[in-house]
T-cell receptor, first 115, second 117 residues
Framework: AQTVTQSQPEMSVQEAETVTLSCTYDTSESDYYLFWYKQPPSRQMILVIRQEAYKQQNATENRFSVNFQKAAKSFSLKISDSQLGDAAMYFCAYRRGGGSEKLVFGKGTKLTVNP | DAGVIQSPRHEVTEMGQEVTLRCKPISGHNSLFWYRQTMMRGLELLIYFNNNVPIDDSGMPEDRFSAKMPNASFSTLKIQPSEPRDSAVYFC???????????????FGPGTRLTVL
């Protein structure tokens, strides 16, 4: 079974600085997708960024970017120019390719942004 | 667009009672998901439907849990009888489903916080 591990239960960053959240996963599949979701105190789950395993180029969405290392099965999230609104729980998730839509989530990292 | 709608937002019940959680997916979406979030186990998929048919229910904890999707615009998750360990936030999500190997984003509802006393 696929597993997703987030080794940092909590992280903090100063406003305007950069922070990197770690995620590793275990799979025997070659075709899959990886995601980062944000869950603010409102509880709403929001998709931040996604990466297709077959793409070598790292995904980027504005201030959010990933470092996808397929051989190492590592998928970290970098948040640049951190803002107070970035404070939230961040979840890494995996979905294998093909027809299944099942998402497997990590336990999450709580990010605090200090003014 | 109203997004995924869940009701109730909060539910407090006593052990042994039946609990029914409801979800209305985004119009036009073909897949619907039920997740449970707890501190101990994190966020885990309970069951998902595609075109109203259950596809993967391997995450349903036990026979006390059941889910139905009678039509494309409505789903329920029922717990009978409820137990204190069922206390959690239950999320419903929906997506456009799969087409070949393409990916379609899952949109989450606001969740239902269930407390079983």
């Amino acid at each position: 079974a696929q597993t997703v591990t987030q080794s940092q239960p909590e992280m903090s960053v100063q406003e305007a600085e950069t922070v990197t959240l770690s995620c590793t996963y275990d799979t025997s599949e070659s075709d899959y997708y990886l995601f980062w979701y944000k869950q603010p105190p409102s509880r709403q789950m929001i998709l931040v960024i996604r990466q297709e395993a077959y793409k070598q180029q790292n995904a980027t969405e504005n201030r959010f970017s990933v470092n996808f290392q397929k051989a190492a099965k590592s998928f970290s999230l970098k948040i640049s120019d951190s803002q107070l609104g970035d404070a939230a729980m961040y979840f890494c998730a995996y979905r294998r390719g093909g027809g299944s839509e099942k998402l497997v989530f990590g336990k999450g990292t709580k990010l605090t942004v200090n003014p | 667009d109203a997004g995924v709608i869940q009701s109730p937002r909060h539910e407090v019940t006593e052990m042994g009672q039946e609990v029914t959680l409801r979800c209305k997916p985004i119009s036009g979406h073909n897949s619907l998901f039920w997740y449970r979030q707890t501190m101990m186990r994190g966020l885990e998929l309970l069951i998902y439907f595609n075109n109203n048919v259950p596809i993967d229910d391997s995450g349903m904890p036990e026979d006390r849990f059941s889910a139905k999707m009678p039509n494309a615009s409505f789903s329920t998750l029922k717990i009978q009888p409820s137990e204190p360990r069922d206390s959690a936030v239950y999320f419903c999500a929906s997506s456009l489903g799969t087409s070949g190997n393409s990916y379609n984003e899952q949109f989450f509802g606001p969740g239902t916080r269930l407390t079983v006393l």
